[in-house]
């Protein structure tokens, strides 16, 4: 039972660079969530995707990109790191929105030089 | 603005009863109340989730006034392993709307010693 796996587990970038961190999921779930939380916080909403093919921002979607072209998986992009996007990023998945269970991965720890 | 509000942190010692408090005054008809503990370095996990009244599981209970607009996620006989953050989250499985989306608050740092 794999769940929801994200890679990479680490990551160190220098600023300028550009990385996708992917995230899958194999209970077909319709809606998947990408958060970033930084130390000592608590997880803010980057973007979100409620179907294959869509893609909605969410409360901290600035320098970040997403894609969703199979169910299956959703991508996140930094197309230019910054050091402010130092954090941990976390994926989700539910069958359903705000009142359904869903379920992370566990998380992929950025650094940006 | 924030859904839902809880105390930043809690102390505790091993054997209690914890008891964390969350206000949802503009909580929605259609909307259910959830709770995700996350330990350090992983991902959030569910814990329970109710609409009204009590509902237990072997993990926790979660009490739900009648008017809704608070909820308690009742901890029994904590030890060091349930130190944790506890976040309460509102919303509906049901409305398809940009809002209705797992927002989570700071949450509640739960400290339990020895």
């Known amino acids: 039972n794999a769940g929801v796996t994200q890679t990479p587990k680490f990551r160190v970038l220098k600023t300028g660079q550009s990385m996708t961190l992917l995230c899958a999921q194999d209970?077909?779930?319709?809606?998947m969530y990408w958060y970033r939380q930084d130390p000592g916080m608590g997880l803010r909403l980057i973007h979100y995707?409620?179907?294959?093919?869509?893609?909605a921002k969410g409360e901290v979607p600035d320098g970040y990109n997403v894609s969703r072209l199979k169910k299956q998986n959703f991508l996140l992009g930094l197309e230019s790191a910054a050091p402010s996007q130092t954090s941990v990023y976390f994926c989700?998945?539910?069958?359903?929105?705000?009142?359904?269970?869903?379920?992370f991965g566990q998380g992929t720890r950025l650094t940006v030089v | 603005l924030a859904k839902t509000t809880q105390p930043i942190s809690m102390d505790s010692y091993e054997g209690q009863e914890v008891n964390i408090t969350c206000s949802h005054n503009?909580?929605?008809?259609?909307?259910?109340i959830t709770w995700y503990q996350q330990f350090p370095s992983q991902g959030p996990r569910f814990i329970i989730q109710?609409?009204?009244t009590k509902v237990t599981n072997e993990v926790a209970s979660l009490f739900i006034p009648a008017d809704r607009k608070s909820s308690t996620l009742s901890l029994p006989r904590v030890s060091l392993s349930d130190t944790a953050v506890y976040y309460c989250?509102?919303?509906?499985?049901?409305?398809?709307?940009?809002?209705?989306?797992?927002?989570f608050g700071g949450g509640t740092r739960l400290m339990v010693k020895p």
């Open positions: 503009n909580i929605a008809t259609n909307d259910y």
């Open positions: 209970m077909n779930h319709e809606y």
């Open positions: 989250l509102v919303g509906s499985p049901h409305t398809h709307n940009a809002g209705n989306m797992l927002t």
């Open positions: 109710g609409y009204k």
């Open positions: 995707s409620v179907g294959e093919g869509t893609t």
């Open positions: 989700a998945s539910s069958y359903g929105r705000g009142g359904t269970e869903a379920f």
